[in-house]
C-alpha cells in the first residue's frame, strides 16, 4: 500500500506565505510525478502544479510567479512553498503521487488534504 501524507496548512494573512509538504511512503518502486491541487468550499478540485521526479514543473496560471513546487528524491517528498498569498487561495490543498508499483503498475494515490485559509 501506498501513503501520501499532506503538512503544513494554517491560517495566514494576505501576502503571507506558507510551506507545504507531501510524503510518499510504502510498495512503489519509483515516482514518476507528484502534483498539488485544491478544492475550495463548494467548488471542484483544480490543479495548482506538477512536478516530475526527471524533468520539471508546470503550474495552474493563478499561481505562476507566486507558488513554487520542489522535491527531495531521497525523502519521496515534494514542497509547495506559496508567497503572496490571497483569500481566493483559501481551500483544501491535496497531494498526488503518481507512481510505479512493485508489481510495474502505474497508479495514483491521493493525500487526506491540509487546510489552508487566507485572511484579509
Known amino acids: 500500500q501506498v501513503q501520501v501524507v499532506e503538512s503544513g496548512g494554517g491560517l495566514v494573512q494576505t501576502g503571507g506565505s506558507l510551506r507545504l509538504s507531501c510524503a510518499a511512503s510504502?510498495?512503489?518502486?519509483?515516482?514518476?510525478?507528484m502534483g498539488w491541487y485544491r478544492q475550495a468550499p463548494g467548488k471542484q478540485r483544480e490543479l495548482v502544479g506538477t512536478i516530475t521526479f526527471g524533468a520539471g514543473t508546470n503550474y495552474a496560471d493563478s499561481v505562476k510567479g507566486r507558488f513554487t513546487i520542489s522535491r527531495d528524491n531521497a525523502k519521496n517528498t515534494v514542497y509547495l512553498q506559496m508567497n503572496s498569498l490571497k483569500p481566493e487561495d483559501t481551500a483544501v490543498y491535496y497531494c498526488?503521487?503518481?507512481?510505479?508499483?512493485?508489481?510495474?503498475?502505474?497508479?495514483?494515490?491521493w493525500g487526506q488534504g491540509t487546510q489552508v485559509t487566507v485572511s484579509s
Open positions: 510504502g510498495g512503489f518502486f519509483s515516482i514518476k510525478a
Open positions: 498526488n503521487a503518481d507512481v510505479v508499483l512493485l508489481s510495474s503498475s502505474r497508479r495514483n494515490y
